[in-house]
């Protein structure tokens, strides 16, 4: 049989299955009330390259998911820089005043975990998206009016607020699209975002460092505006171009649209459901797998803190000036980008989620100990610890992918999708708080701190690979494949736990 005659045969049996949706469950997804509608209005002479499709689906989403993921770095990591353009001494911060203004954009963010959940629950994520975008590009550029600690920790502090959508709805959003292997590429994909605003971050601050002393705004506050206003219009965008749901995209056919929607229906996770099951979320908080993925993002993220907000004052504590020290952290985001693809590809290709985590932690613990023990008359020594540490950001595209892969019921998973990214922002809280500054300038217990949460993070990873490998034996050891899933069960939203065909990735 050709490749368009089986794509016929698939397409035949879309709306097959007329039973009502089991009552337990979470109802009928809107993808399948699409594919019941147009089960008669697919051309089924029109064959469907998905190769081709996959590759003008990312050309239209992709880009936008990692300007926003860019910019929200960017828009975090500029107080990194900032402190070594004289923040510190404009606002007259004093002893852990800096320290504070970093942790408390986590704090915001964190606090608004709870009620993203129901917006995006209620509202499309894409829309979300967008409107919280502009919002936070608005935070960005009001932090430049700051003439004090508590007018820059206000200003931060709804930064981190409006912040606190950008992971889950970008999870969300790339699952609605790619199968679960497919799904690793993309997630890293906009998750360089992070190494390119640390390599953007290192060059702006740079170039607004040489702003003349006759400017009416100082360099780091003509830096807050400008990004500001591109995140705005970078927002806008999202809200105009980036489809609600793969139903919704006026540049795919019917036809594309239902072989999408054939090809990702073996996730078993749905596409849009918005109904709201309150016993999703008791489900979630009694689920071991979201208790070990949480801790594991919680250890990962102290490093990711002291990344964020100290890199560069690590780097210019070790004898380099401002202007110097803004360039020499570049690299950092060099080296970021190389693991985030590294993991991305070679889990397409591979699998093995949990070894590539390990295979990132490995490096960054060597950073740390290189950072903890070599003095900073050393300076090759340290710069080379100080570039490894940032290898741990990669994993956590990783453990976003994994939360998608394996979490179904679409409460369920914009509730976990939430919890972790709001035990991402723990783990930023703690980090910051491990730089003291009666610890000033070689910061020992903050750079200790890196390698002992590292160590701990691959050992919980390894015990969720042992957790998935177990639950995958109590279960049905079927060959799934496409057309097996083109029923109303398979989109009536239940949860990994409902679901008994359900089988966890690791």
């Known amino acids: 049989m ?30 399948w009330k699409y594919l019941d509608t147009h089960r008669d209005d697919v051309d089924h002479h029109e064959p469907i390259d998905l190769t081709a499709l996959r590759r003008k689906i990312d050309w239209h989403i992709v880009p936008l998911m990692f300007l926003c993921y860019t910019l929200q770095f960017l828009d975090k ?54 409107l919280n975008v502009i919002l936070w590009g608005t935070a960005t550029a009001c932090g430049a009016a700051a003439y004090n600690y508590q007018t820059l920790l206000v200003s931060r502090i709804f930064l981190g607020i409006f912040e606190a959508t950008i992971a889950p709805s970008l999870m969300l959003i790339s699952s609605q699209w790619y199968t679960k292997s497919e799904q690793a590429p993309r997630f890293s994909f906009w998750y360089t975002g992070l190494g390119i605003g640390q390599i953007i971050g290192g060059l702006v601050s740079y170039g607004f ?50 072989a999408l929607l054939k090809h990702v229906s073996v996730n078993q996770t749905g596409v849009e459901n918005r109904k709201f099951r309150g016993k999703e979320i008791i489900e979630a908080l009694l689920d071991p797998q979201v208790y070990l993925l949480l801790l594991a993002v919680i250890l990962l993220s102290v490093s990711s803190g002291v990344v964020t907000s100290y890199s560069a004052t690590l780097i210019r504590n070790l004898g380099y000036d ?4 803004a360039l020499m952290n570049t690299p950092s985001g060099a080296v970021s980008i190389f693991f985030t693809l590294f993991v991305g590809f070679g889990i397409r290709m591979q699998s093995h989620r949990w070894a590539f985590i390990i295979a990132c932690i490995i490096p960054a613990i060597i950073g740390g100990a290189l950072m903890s023990f070599l003095p900073t008359s050393n300076r ?3 710069l080379a610890g100080i570039y490894l540490v940032n290898a741990v950001v990669a994993p956590l595209a990783i453990f976003y992918n994994w939360i998608m892969a394996n979490v179904g019921g679409a409460t369920k998973r914009a509730f976990a999708a939430a919890l972790i990214s709001g035990s991402f922002s723990l783990g930023n809280i703690i980090g910051p708080q ?11 217990p903050a750079k200790l701190a890196v390698m002992g949460t590292q160590a701990g993070c691959a050992f919980i990873t390894f015990l969720l690979f042992l957790y998935y490998v177990w639950q995958n034996k109590k279960r049905t050891s079927e060959n799934e494949t496409e057309d097996a899933f083109m029923s109303q069960e398979a989109w009536s939203g239940k949860t990994d736990k409902e679901n008994r065909k359900f089988r966890y990735a690791y």
């Open 2 to 31: 050709s490749s368009s005659d089986r794509n016929s045969t698939k397409e035949d049996q879309v709306g097959v299955q007329e039973a009502p949706a089991d009552s337990a469950s979470g109802g009928l997804d809107t993808a």
């Open 77 to 130: 990591v500029i107080l990194n820089y900032a402190a070594v353009m004289g923040i510190s001494k404009d606002l007259n911060l004093q002893g852990n005043d800096f320290s504070n203004i970093a942790t408390f954009l986590f704090v915001g963010l964190l606090c608004f975990e709870v009620p993203n959940i129901y917006f995006l629950q209620k509202v499309p994520a894409a829309k979300w998206l967008g």
């Open 209 to 258: 460092q040489h702003m003349g002393p006759d400017a009416k705004l100082s360099g780091w506050r003509t830096m807050f505006v400008v990004l500001g206003v591109v995140t705005v219009v970078v927002g806008s965008c999202v809200v105009i171009f980036l489809p609600d749901t793969p139903m919704k995209a006026r540049w795919l056919s019917d036809t594309e649209k239902v």
């Open 322 to 325: 401002p202007k110097r020290a």
């Open 380 to 382: 090759d020594g340290c």
């Open 434 to 444: 491990t730089f003291q500054a009666k610890d000033a300038p070689e910061y020992r």
